[in-house]
């Protein structure tokens, strides 16, 4: 008997089959979000936002140059509740993330649990929310702001530093503990000479997003040239909306290049 070659196929029947029911019901699932989110929308709006964007954009231009004296003492508050916020960050974040670390947690059953969620709730909390919620407890001004930039960072700089000390080479700490080192010196000498590169890099590459972020927390009553943007916003003076848009985007523009040069220096 002669066996004929079968003809190859990249998926069988059945998998074309599957695959097709898939983006059927993928089609249908963006259908009907389609018509709950826009179940409420005024077209008439829609179709002269065009308009209405350059009737805003023809108002912003040019800029008000003169207002730039009043952006300075502001922009001096952005900056210093980004960099404090950063060093409240990294105070906390640091034996969190001690903590967290399989190879470092002096319990796993019990401190790594609760500062692996403390990893999680900081990073699932909005740097924005949290200024809310410092408002309304301490009231407008600085500290809310410092505050919430600071418990917004403990997640994002415990989460990577703890994977830095979970990735170290044990040959190194098995080295020092051979030694007859105690924790504290196999901590001192086998794990952290090995992180602070990367701890360094994640602390300025948080600063530089901190800058970002610090930005407009004064829309909800932090401080900073949000506040002055809140303002501006209110009173409908968009040349001054302008010029304060374009300081936010030459200070960003300046700590990324800056972030940039000091990891690179670093790593």
């Given at each position: 008997?002669?066996?004929?070659?079968?003809?190859?196929?990249?998926?069988?029947?059945?998998?074309?089959?599957?695959?097709?029911?898939?983006?059927?019901?993928?089609?249908?699932?963006?259908?009907?979000?389609?018509?709950?989110?826009?179940?409420?929308?005024?077209?008439?709006?829609?179709?002269?936002?065009?308009?209405?964007?350059?009737?805003?954009?023809?108002?912003?231009?040019?800029?008000?140059?003169?207002?730039?004296?009043?952006?300075?003492?502001?922009?001096?508050?952005?900056?210093?509740?980004?960099t404090l916020g950063t060093l409240l960050g990294v105070i906390l974040a640091v034996p969190v993330?001690?903590?967290?670390?399989?190879?470092?947690?002096?319990?796993?059953?019990?401190?790594?649990?609760?500062?692996?969620?403390?990893?999680?709730?900081?990073?699932?909390?909005?740097?924005?929310?949290?200024?809310?919620?410092?408002?309304?407890?301490?009231?407008?001004?600085?500290?809310?702001?410092?505050?919430?930039?600071?418990?917004?960072?403990?997640?994002?700089?415990?989460?990577?530093?703890?994977?830095?000390?979970?990735?170290?080479?044990?040959?190194?700490?098995?080295?020092?503990?051979?030694?007859?080192?105690?924790?504290?010196?196999?901590?001192?000498?086998?794990?952290?000479?090995?992180?602070?590169?990367?701890?360094?890099?994640?602390?300025?590459?948080?600063?530089?997003?901190?800058?970002?972020?610090?930005?407009?927390?004064?829309?909800?009553?932090?401080?900073?040239?949000?506040?002055?943007?809140?303002?501006?916003?209110?009173?409908?003076?968009?040349?001054?909306?302008?010029?304060i848009l374009l300081l936010i985007l030459l200070t960003v523009v300046v700590s990324e290049w800056?972030?940039?040069?000091?990891?690179?220096?670093?790593?």
């Amino acid at each position: 008997m002669t066996d004929f070659p079968q003809t190859w196929a990249f998926r069988s029947p059945r998998a074309r089959l599957a695959l097709w029911f898939g983006w059927l019901c993928l089609v249908a699932l963006f259908v009907y979000c389609w018509q709950v989110m826009t179940a409420n929308t005024i077209w008439a709006f829609i179709w002269d936002a065009p308009r209405q964007a350059a009737d805003i954009g023809g108002r912003m231009m040019p800029p008000r140059l003169s207002y730039l004296p009043e952006l300075l003492v502001p922009l001096w508050d952005t900056l210093n509740m980004a960099t404090l916020g950063t060093l409240l960050g990294v105070i906390l974040a640091v034996p969190v993330a001690f903590l967290a670390a399989r190879n470092t947690s002096p319990s796993l059953l019990i401190l790594r649990p609760i500062a692996l969620f403390i990893i999680v709730a900081s990073r699932s909390i909005n740097s924005l929310i949290w200024a809310l919620l410092l408002v309304a407890i301490l009231g407008p001004g600085l500290l809310a702001g410092i505050i919430a930039i600071g418990l917004r960072s403990i997640g994002f700089i415990g989460k990577l530093l703890y994977e830095a000390i979970e990735e170290t080479d044990i040959r190194q700490i098995e080295a020092v503990t051979a030694t007859g080192a105690s924790p504290a010196q196999v901590l001192n000498y086998g794990i952290v000479p090995q992180i602070m590169p990367a701890f360094w890099g994640i602390t300025v590459f948080r600063w530089d997003i901190n800058i970002r972020e610090s930005a407009i927390l004064g829309l909800v009553g932090a401080g900073g040239l949000g506040l002055k943007l809140q303002a501006s916003l209110n009173t409908l003076a968009w040349p001054q909306v302008t010029l304060i848009l374009l300081l936010i985007l030459l200070t960003v523009v300046v700590s990324e290049w800056v972030s940039a040069r000091v990891r690179g220096a670093i790593i």
